[in-house]
């Protein structure tokens, strides 16, 4: 008998990692929600939108950057799609109006009801990966 702690094996460790990782999307599904619902910040501890976006990724990378997870749901895709859309309208907005901001809302509009109701994107038309290129 040994009185080792059990180690788990690599594949229980690859279902822990994609555990904690399908946990980290769907709370992160829910803080964007509220960035594209103009719920959040909803205080002064809360990060701004570009910011939240940088943090979102920085975890990721961070937490998932080097794991062995499955292929990207394409729930999981439309979640990075939206985070990424929010990045390109807060860092393109400024003081002057962009011709291509009516389009981005649009998309991001688009992006948000399909992120609420956990819907693929439309194929052929929109397209994500994770920040690892996946």
Do not use: N
């Not at 291509?100 to 397209?127: C, N, T």
């Amino acid at each position: 008998m040994s009185t080792s702690p059990k180690k788990p094996c690599v594949g229980e460790r690859s279902e822990a990692t994609t555990q904690g990782h399908e946990r980290f999307i769907e709370h992160q599904r829910l803080v964007l929600l509220r960035y594209l619902d103009g719920t959040a910040p909803g205080s002064a501890d809360e990060l701004d939108a570009l910011s939240y976006v940088e943090s979102v990724l920085a975890e990721w990378q961070e937490v998932f950057g080097k794991s062995e997870l499955t292929d990207p749901s394409p729930e999981e895709r439309t979640f990075w799609f939206a985070l990424y859309q929010l990045e390109e309208l807060v860092e393109t907005s400024g003081p002057y109006i962009d011709p291509h901001e009516k389009r981005l809302m649009d998309i991001l509009v688009e992006g948000r009801e399909l992120l609420r109701h956990r819907q693929p994107l439309p194929e052929h038309r929109l397209m994500a990966t994770r920040p690892d290129g996946s």
